[in-house]
């Protein structure tokens, strides 16, 4: 056995090429990662990802998303959306963000966040027990031959037809992601010229009391900002 490695650990690369190496059996299961990891089926019969909704109240001051966003793209983190506006608090803005629940652990997430001095509170909001919403504006091809469907399309999905040309249509619609990711599949076989989604929004829903799980931070040696 060489000194200094574990038993059943191969030896490094050499000139005869790469030799596996076999860790050692972990000792106890895997923890299972907390937080709600839901595949749902939506209302239209399609499968809804796997994802944390994220709801992180921060000081409306320069350069803060670009500090929150920085962060995701230094970690690696993969972000379904991510959505901000002014919150109900003067001074304060609320960031959405969806992240992907297999790719990054939710506790991982949160602990980098409170690092940044900006964020005052981050609540987990369940995708099974809270109400999300999304706005699609699209630029579609609708010539005369094909105008009145892409009308009839849009009207069956309720949504509103809000710039008219000679060939093509401005479109929007508003609803649950799911709805609008099947009404961009529908407008894609007419032609798409040019589309813009905002990055879904949400909160708890109303009944059978509050939705609302807050994340507490976990202690750390310093804020970074």
Known sequence: RVPHRRIREGLPDGPRGCQQRRPDPPSHPARPSRGPQVTTINQYGGQTLNHHILSVLVQNRPGVLARVAGLFARRGYNIFSLAVAPAEDEGMSRIT????????PLEQITKQLFKLIDV???SELDPRRSVERELLIATVKAPDEQRAKVVELVTIFEGKIIAVAESVLTVSLEGHPDKLDDFEDLLDGYGIVELQRTGRVALPKLDRGARLRAVHPTPTTGKAG
């Open 120 to 122: 005052v509170k981050i």
């Open 97 to 104: 963000i969806v992240v992907d629940v297999e790719s990054t």
